[in-house]
């Protein structure tokens, strides 16, 4: 079956670095996506990755690594309004969304 | 960048009775529509996947005769939850694609409350 693994809740301070971790096993991979969700709110996209390495955009980095069936996303700089859910998912060889359950990251002062 | 609306953004209905949630790209033609239920503390749940012109393709375990959905053209498509229960109380919310794009664009979500 298709399965996308992500810890349930992470805790970090403030101005400090975190990293979420992802990994997938699917039929098929077509890309890997990142995306925050603030409660009660749709989620609103941060990064995609097809090839292999690290896309970098701003506070925000995107890992993959295909062999692996892994990926993570690095949050640098930290700050309040970053607490939210961040949600792996990964497009299959039908071009179908598979999504994680979602990391709450929660963020002290 | 583009943009995609739902309508309402919130609603209260009494048990028994339907709504309609509409789901349009602002500025961009999407072929592709998805619907997606969240219940809270829960992660997104792909109900549907709606092409225009054709039928949408329901994911297992969802009622295609309650959950109806008609993309009639390329910017509008429609969810409407059939005699309403208490149980169908979530977050629904739409995503666009456009063809030959990888990104799902999603609108800001409905919040359905049946009393």
């Known amino acids: 079956g298709q399965n996308i693994d992500q810890p349930t809740e992470m805790t970090a301070t403030e101005g400090a670095i975190v990293q979420i971790n992802c990994t997938y096993q699917?039929?098929?991979?077509?890309?890997l996506f990142w995306y925050q969700q603030h409660a009660g709110e749709a989620p609103t996209f941060l990064s995609y990755?097809?090839l292999d390495g690290l896309e970098e955009k701003g506070r925000f980095s995107s890992f993959l690594s295909r062999s692996k069936g892994y990926s993570y996303l690095l949050l640098k700089e930290l700050q309040m309004k970053d607490s939210a859910s961040y949600l792996c998912?990964?497009?299959?060889?039908?071009?179908?969304?598979?999504w994680g359950a979602g990391t709450k990251l929660i963020i002290k002062p | 960048g583009a943009v995609v609306s739902q309508h309402p953004s919130w609603v209260i209905c009494k048990s028994g009775t339907s709504v309609k949630i509409e789901c349009r790209s602002l500025?961009?033609?999407?072929?592709?529509m998805f619907w997606y239920r969240q219940f809270p503390k829960q992660s997104l749940m792909l109900m549907a996947t709606?092409?225009?012109?054709?039928?949408?393709?329901?994911e297992q375990g969802v009622e295609k005769d309650k959950f109806l959905i008609n993309h009639a053209s390329l910017t509008l498509s429609t969810l409407t939850v059939t005699s309403a229960h208490p149980e169908d109380s979530s977050f629904y919310i739409c995503?666009?694609?456009?063809?030959?794009?990888?990104?799902?664009?999603f609108g800001p979500g409905t919040r359905l409350t049946v009393t």
């Open positions: 500025d961009f033609q999407a072929t592709t």
């Open positions: 998912a990964v497009t299959d060889s039908n071009y179908q969304l598979i």
């Open positions: 699917t039929s098929g991979f077509n890309g």
């Open positions: 995503s666009a694609r456009a063809p030959s794009d990888y990104e799902q664009y």
């Open positions: 709606s092409n225009e012109g054709s039928k949408a393709t329901y």
């Open positions: 990755n097809v």
